[in-house]
């Protein structure tokens, strides 16, 4: 992960009304990858093992590990799909433009006010649009 995408997943994280939903991949600052995963109605995490592409081993949410050890992966969809939807619960997606160069997100509120966010990935807009509104929700 470069250092822009990780500086960005980092504050991400931290920003009002962050959660970890299912379907989040998120990286370790040991660089280890995990999913976010529903067990039972439980969250829960799934190791990856570095190029492997089925999970190796489940276990229960860590709560100390995925808050403070771990950021979410913005080049990743799943976690893209995700960012949209915390940003769904309080304004709706008016409209994403996003090419080999750059993304956009623009969101409108009740009142249909505008607001958008650009990057040179939909992951990062979608973070610059959260900071810029203060949080995810």
């Not at 500086?7 to 959660?19: Q, T």
């Not at 570095?50 to 979410?72: A, C, V």
């Not at 996003?98 to 006010?113: A, N, P, R």
Request: proline residues 3%; hydrophobic residues 35%; aromatic residues 8%.
């Amino acid at each position: 992960m470069n250092l822009m995408l990780s500086r960005y997943g980092n504050g991400a994280r931290k920003l009002k009304g962050w959660e970890w939903l299912p379907g989040m991949r998120g990286i370790t600052t040991k660089g280890k990858k995990f999913r976010v995963r529903i067990n039972n109605g439980i969250k829960v995490i799934v190791d990856y093992e570095p190029d492997i592409e089925y999970p190796s081993l489940h276990r229960g949410l860590d709560r100390k590990f995925m808050e403070d050890d771990s950021i979410p992966d913005l080049n990743d969809s799943a976690t893209i799909g995700c960012l949209l939807q915390l940003l769904k619960r309080k304004y709706s997606i008016y409209k994403i433009i996003s090419t080999s160069e750059s993304s956009l997100i623009m969101l409108e509120d009740y009142e249909g006010l505008i607001m958008e966010g650009n990057g040179d990935t939909l992951g990062e807009a979608c973070y610059k649009v959260a900071l810029e509104l203060g949080g995810w929700n």
